[in-house]
């Protein structure tokens, strides 16, 4: 905000937010933070005493934020 609000709102827990005067809407501005990274939570399909050796490798490393990128994985693992 340029300036302060003395006005009644509320912010929910979806993060949206009621301002009860329209009319002060103009003291407000809106961001959005794109660099806010989806978590994952970590997991493992097959129990081995092998680690896994990742076989394929990207050919392509140079990204820029924004772009769609696609991830092509290939593990194997072996007794040796």
């Known amino acids: 905000m340029k300036q302060s609000y003395s006005g009644d709102y509320e912010l929910f827990l979806n993060g949206t937010m009621r301002i009860?005067?329209?009319?002060?809407?103009?003291?407000?501005?809106?961001?959005?933070?794109?660099?806010?990274?989806?978590?994952?939570?970590?997991?493992?399909l097959h129990t081995s005493s092998f680690e896994p050796q990742f076989t394929l490798r990207p050919q392509n490393r140079a990204y820029r934020e924004g772009d769609v990128v696609r991830v092509d994985c290939e593990v194997n693992h072996s007794n040796h």
């Not at 329209?22 to 939570?41: G, M, N, T, W």
């Open 20 to 44: 009860d005067d329209p009319d002060e809407i103009r003291h407000f501005e809106c961001a959005i933070d794109h660099s806010v990274l989806p978590q994952r939570k970590r997991r493992q």
